[in-house]
């Protein structure tokens, strides 16, 4: 019988909001009583004799916000026929009638179970081609966008989740200028992310340098040749006005893939953190970094054993998930693909008194993810021997990958011996509010967005304004504890963040979601440098100019965005200004009345 302990964390605050809005299973399910939902739902992947064990043990991990899995798994847990998985990739054969009317069929069917989607237009001929047997043109690539964007509309007023699309097209398609310069129009494409596919990077970045023509083209037909850096020059325009497109260097993506032998990939789920094959889905969850730190260093040894954990408990969501289509349930079970995660490094590195984008931190960062990376690979390699490899594995040509090249030789030998459990293991993902209901801690790989801002919400037709303090920062103030090494997204180099993105990926075998911060006034030549020097290292890319998303009102009037960052060194004075110290510390209130 499972022995379910009081937990050691419990959300409080806008963390409690959160978890009430988002995944508790009724208003009045308590912290303890989800986590054993959760525990349990995973528990049923296991034999009879383990149940009871793992039940346990999962839920240890849950309570203690050790772990914590996406939002999927707490919302749908211990319901009937649960979809327990954030987003799935559709099919790219779409260059038929079949393919259209199925392409909007699928993307409904999955949204309306709470799962994104992320589709690959590049099957389809361009605008104006011929179509055998009948009159007319084809109408294109960016046109089936508009009508799968069109159908998420009713989805979304019918009650559901809000939807989630990512879209992507090669580089290379004839249709390309017309997809970049889709997004810019107002109302279009509204429910999606965009971003350009490149299977030739590297020849795409020596013809930028060299002033070079590329050729557009599709299937060999409806050739069209231009300058690449007139291509370039719109991505870059595009993205530091509009934050959109993302860049996918595909041709990385297909050398690293562990599944290069079996087929191809197809686009990075709407968040960008997963390259997936057709009708594949995302299986996410992340390990609080920040609750690994014992005084100034990290509790390995607790630490590998969560990741082994966190292995499992993702496999084991595959096995009891609802899948929305037959052919998803089939693809996952052949290939079991998972994306174990982290969030809080951000945190951890002011933890350890590392600054964010140092080097130092780097190196840390560095030591950090290969560790993780292998304490993963060993988890399913054990998991093969226990319960069998995923079916499609060739071990002797998994090892072979890009990826797995670089991994020890002691795993490349485990895994040729035994096969592995799942075909990649790790991403990097977002961790918006998972990580909000973790303590509010920084999102992903992210550094903290500002040691504090201003936060501003509607109360019916009043916009408010409030000051929030980064827990971490609030903490170390109080404590009298040196903050001078903390550092906003705002206040890093484009550099700081592209080489911790870097770092990262170098030891994930599916990609990072990260978010390159510019400041507003950042100069459009030195992004498009900075872009083009990390592109070969990162499988996606995306930029954010500061106010290119900012909030419009009725009458057309810019308003100030939601949060406005605010410099470490003003974010001390307004500390003190609204805390009082005294023999008695630090007040808990900032008006310094408190109820007693």
Not at 204 to 227: M, N, S
Not at 245 to 261: A, D, K, M, R, T
Not at 467 to 487: D, I, N, W, Y
Not at 569 to 575: G, I, S
Request: glycine share 8%; proline share 5%.
């Amino acid at each position: 019988m499972e022995q379910f302990k009081d937990p050691i964390y419990e959300p409080t605050g806008f963390s409690l909001k959160i978890f009430r809005d988002r995944y508790s299973f009724t208003e009045t399910e308590t912290w303890k009583e989800a986590c054993i939902r959760v525990a349990r739902q995973m528990g049923t992947a296991e034999t009879p004799e383990k149940q009871s064990l793992y039940t346990t043990k999962f839920y240890e991990s849950l309570s203690s916000n050790l772990f914590v899995p996406g939002g999927r798994m707490w919302y749908n847990s211990g319901r009937t026929n649960p979809q327990l998985l954030n987003c799935f990739v559709l099919n790219p054969d779409k260059d038929s009638k079949e393919g259209w009317g199925g392409s909007a069929y699928d993307m409904i069917v999955v949204s309306m179970t709470g799962g994104g989607c992320g589709d690959d237009f590049s099957d389809i001929r361009p605008r104006g081609a011929t179509i055998n047997g009948q009159k007319g043109v084809a109408p294109g690539a960016v046109e089936l966008m508009r009508l799968i964007d069109s159908c998420a509309q009713p989805v979304r007023n019918g009650g559901q989740r809000r939807v989630a699309l990512m879209f992507s097209l090669d580089l290379d398609h004839p249709d390309i200028e017309e997809f970049l310069n889709a997004k810019l129009v107002k109302g279009e494409l509204t429910h999606a992310n965009v971003s350009v596919r490149s299977k030739h990077t590297k020849a795409f970045i020596k013809a930028i340098k060299e002033d070079g023509d590329i050729e557009l083209q599709w299937k060999g037909k409806y050739k069209k040749t231009i300058k690449a850096r007139t291509l370039w020059d719109t991505i870059v325009k595009n993205a530091y006005n509009s934050a959109e497109p993302g860049f996918l260097n595909w041709e990385l993506v297909e050398h690293e893939s562990n599944i290069h032998y079996i087929e191809k990939l197809v686009t990075t789920n709407p968040c960008g953190e997963l390259p997936l094959s057709a009708m594949e889905p995302c299986c996410l969850g992340h390990i609080v970094l920040s609750r690994f730190v014992d005084v100034n260093e990290i509790d390995w040894v607790r630490l590998g054993e969560t990741i082994r954990l966190g292995v499992r408990f993702l496999d084991n969501a595959l096995s009891v998930n609802h899948f929305p289509l037959p052919e998803m349930k089939v693809k996952s079970h052949n290939l079991r693909r998972i994306g174990l995660g982290t969030t809080a490094l951000a945190d951890t590195l002011a933890l350890l008194g590392y600054r964010y984008g140092s080097e130092e931190g780097n190196k840390f960062i560095h030591k950090l993810y290969r560790f993780i990376s292998k304490a993963a690979y060993e988890a399913s390699v054990l998991l093969a021997i226990e319960k069998g490899a995923f079916p499609l594995c060739d071990p002797s040509k998994h090892i072979e990958s890009g990826f797995m090249r670089r991994m020890t030789p002691k795993i490349r030998s485990l895994v040729a011996e035994h096969g592995i459990r799942n075909c990649t293991l790790l991403t990097q993902a977002p961790t918006g509010t998972v990580s909000i209901l973790s303590d509010n801690c920084s999102a992903g790989i992210e550094p903290m967005f500002a040691p504090a801002y201003e936060r501003r919400y509607w109360v019916g037709d009043e916009r408010k304004t409030e000051l929030v303090f980064h827990p971490l920062f609030e903490q170390f103030m109080k404590q009298g504890r040196s903050v001078e090494h903390f550092v906003g997204s705002h206040d890093l180099q484009v550099r700081d963040h592209l080489e911790v993105q870097k770092v990262v990926q170098s030891h994930v075998d599916s990609a990072c979601s990260k978010t390159i911060n510019i400041p507003e006034n950042y100069p459009v030549e030195e992004m498009a440098a900075a872009w083009l020097e990390y592109l070969p290292h990162l499988k996606g890319t995306t930029f954010y100019r500061e106010s290119t998303r900012g909030f419009v009102n009725a009458e057309g009037k810019v308003e100030a965005p939601p949060l406005t960052p605010i410099p470490l060194d003003e974010a001390k004075k307004r500390f003190s200004e609204t805390h009082v110290t005294g023999t008695q510390g630090v007040m808990e209130c900032p008006s310094g009345v408190c109820s007693v």
